[in-house]
C-alpha cells in the first residue's frame, strides 16, 4: 500500500522488491480547455504526452509508461441513431508521476534510475486507483526505467 507505516511516505514497493518514490506528480482534468466536443482518446493522450516534458521536470528525461482507461457511453436514444456505436471517454483526471529507484536499472555507475508513468482516473490521486498501483507495483523496473546521473 502507498504511505503504508512501514514504508516512507510516497514510496511503492514494486513486486520485484525495488522500492520506489513518487518524485513528481501532475493532474489536470482530462477534458480541461475542450471547448466543443469531445477529442478521441487517441487525442487526449496525445495530448497528455504533449504537456509532459513541460509540466513534470522528470518528463523528458525518463521513458513514459501508458496505463490507458478508456470506457464506452451509451448515448441516449432519444438523441442518436440505434446503429451509433457507443462514444468512447476517458476517466476525468488525467494523472502522472515521476517515479525514481535509488538502485540504478542497468547501469551501475548511474545515481538512480526514473520512469514517468501516466494514467487516467475517476478522482483526484491520492489515492491512486487501486487497478493503477496494483500495474505499478508489476513494474519491470530494470526493463523500462531509465538511468541517470546527479
Known amino acids: 500500500m502507498i504511505n503504508s ?5 510516497g514510496t511503492i514497493l514494486l513486486n520485484s522488491g525495488i522500492e520506489v518514490s513518487f518524485e513528481e506528480i501532475w493532474q489536470i482534468r482530462t477534458y480541461a480547455g475542450v471547448l466543443v466536443g469531445r477529442p ?3 487525442q487526449v493522450i496525445e ?3 504533449a504537456l509532459l ?3 513534470i521536470s ?3 528525461e525518463s521513458a513514459v509508461v501508458l496505463f490507458n482507461a478508456v470506457r464506452s457511453v451509451p448515448r441516449s436514444p432519444s438523441r442518436s441513431p440505434s446503429n451509433i456505436k457507443p462514444t468512447k471517454k476517458m476517466p476525468c483526471i ?3 508521476a515521476v517515479l525514481c529507484g535509488p538502485p540504478p536499472a542497468r547501469n551501475k555507475d548511474a ?3 526514473v520512469l514517468t508513468v501516466l494514467w487516467f482516473q475517476n478522482e483526484w490521486a491520492f489515492p491512486i486507483a487501486k487497478n493503477v498501483e496494483n500495474r505499478i507495483r508489476r513494474l519491470d523496473w530494470p526493463r523500462l526505467a531509465k538511468d541517470a546521473q546527479i
Not at 507505516?5 to 511516505?9: G, L, T, V
Request: aromatic share 4%.
Open 5 to 9: 507505516a512501514s514504508r516512507s511516505a
Open 40 to 42: 478521441t482518446p487517441e
Open 47 to 49: 495530448t497528455a504526452l
Open 53 to 55: 516534458p513541460a509540466k
Open 58 to 60: 522528470g518528463g523528458s
Open 94 to 96: 488525467t494523472c502522472a
Open 111 to 113: 545515481d538512480y534510475s
